[in-house]
């Protein structure tokens, strides 16, 4: 059985730094494409980054926020610099075999993880 499970959302103020972290079990970690979304309210879910032998990253987010995967570990991370409260949101990581250059599409994931809350004041 997959599981996903997010940690390291929370409270913070405007500029400050987070790192996500998504831990993954009962899978072949190392052949599936990660991809972090994020979904605010009353909003679509809307594509962070995603990983797989590269990376790509949003242009909302580009040169802020960082994505990277320990395949020794099993665990993909989100690195998230100079937050701004527009970054508030619910973050949700994913898991999928499509190519990395489909990781934009919430519909090429097959596992979600619960989620983890990230909220940041002005």
């Known amino acids: 059985q997959v599981q996903l499970v997010e940690s390291g959302g929370g409270l913070v103020q405007a500029g400050v730094s987070l790192r996500l972290s998504c831990a993954a079990s009962g899978m072949a970690f190392g052949s599936y494409t990660m991809g972090w979304f994020r979904q605010a309210p009353g909003k679509e879910r809307e594509f962070v980054a995603a990983v797989r032998d590269s990376t790509y990253h949003a242009d909302s987010v580009r040169g802020r926020f960082t994505i990277s995967r320990d395949n020794g570990k099993n665990t993909v991370y989100l690195q998230m610099n100079s937050l701004k409260p527009e970054d508030t949101a619910v973050y949700f990581c994913?898991?999928?075999?499509?190519?990395?250059?489909?990781?934009?599409?919430?519909?090429?994931?097959?596992?979600w993880g619960q989620g983890t809350q990230v909220t940041v004041s002005s």
């Open positions: 994913a898991a999928g075999r499509a190519a990395l250059w489909l990781g934009v599409r919430p519909d090429k994931y097959d596992y």
